[in-house]
């Protein structure tokens, strides 16, 4: 079993940033490929972006490629969002999701409960 809680979610003007973390518990954390999704109010659910177990391959959604950066720290059992330039479409439930193994394909096995971001215009 894996534990996910997420944090640094909050208000923000349009072009600005926020850090999101998410903090794993429960299992060796290097052994999980990370995710973040988001559902804004009305829409399904929808992947942002996800990291490889080393930290070297990362994959983005295409709505937020150049915007923002996920990284992880597995000394700290730490998946970050770091979100830059962000727009009022940003404004969403975000989720850290994990898989365990080294692929990214196939369905997530873990998720926390959010954080909400919301972006002003």
């Known amino acids: 079993q894996v534990q996910l809680i997420e944090s640094g979610g909050g208000l923000v003007q349009a072009g600005g940033s926020l850090r999101l973390s998410c903090a794993a518990s429960?299992?060796?954390?290097?052994?999980?490929?990370m995710g973040w999704f988001r559902q804004a109010p009305g829409k399904e659910r929808e992947f942002v972006a996800a990291?490889?177990?080393?930290?070297?391959?990362?994959y983005y959604a295409d709505s937020v490629k150049g915007r923002f950066t996920i990284s992880r720290d597995n000394a700290k059992n730490t998946v970050y969002l770091q979100m830059n330039s962000l727009k009022p479409e940003d404004t969403a439930v975000y989720l850290c999701?994990?898989?365990?193994?080294?692929?990214?394909?196939?369905?997530?096995?873990?998720w926390g409960q959010g954080t909400q971001v919301t972006v002003s215009s």
């Open positions: 429960g299992r060796t954390f290097s052994f999980y490929y």
């Open positions: 999701a994990a898989k365990y193994g080294s692929t990214r394909y196939g369905p997530y096995d873990y």
């Open positions: 990291i490889n177990l080393s930290g070297g391959s990362t």
